[in-house]
């Protein structure tokens, strides 16, 4: 997968979409990520004691990775990302927008 917890993303399909969030979680066997204040499930919970209120709370639920796109921090842009291995260090990703490291 190439989006990363912590990446600015902008969602291409669903309720939300055109929309961009940040990564809070990344399940990548399930090709799956959580954004948030995207995708959002309005749950009730009971009282847990005697004289408490029930409340409902807005939970952020999993939206496949093929559904976003990553947005370049140097051009703004949702763009597709490569691979490349420079001459030292470890393989880093780019924008193949604007040639920009990730």
Request: hydrophobic share 30%; proline share 7%.
């Amino acid at each position: 997968m190439n989006i990363k917890k912590g990446d600015n993303v902008q969602i291409l399909k669903g309720k939300d979409a055109g929309k961009t969030g940040k990564v809070i979680r990344v399940f990548p066997y399930g090709r799956e990520i959580i954004i948030e204040g995207m995708n959002l499930h309005q749950k009730s919970i009971r009282p847990k004691r005697a004289g408490e209120k029930g409340q409902q709370v807005k939970l952020p639920l999993p939206i496949s990775s093929a559904n976003v796109m990553l947005v370049c921090p140097a051009c703004g842009r949702p763009s597709k990302t490569g691979y490349r291995k420079p001459e030292k260090g470890n393989k880093e990703r780019y924008c193949k927008k604007c040639n920009a490291t990730v």
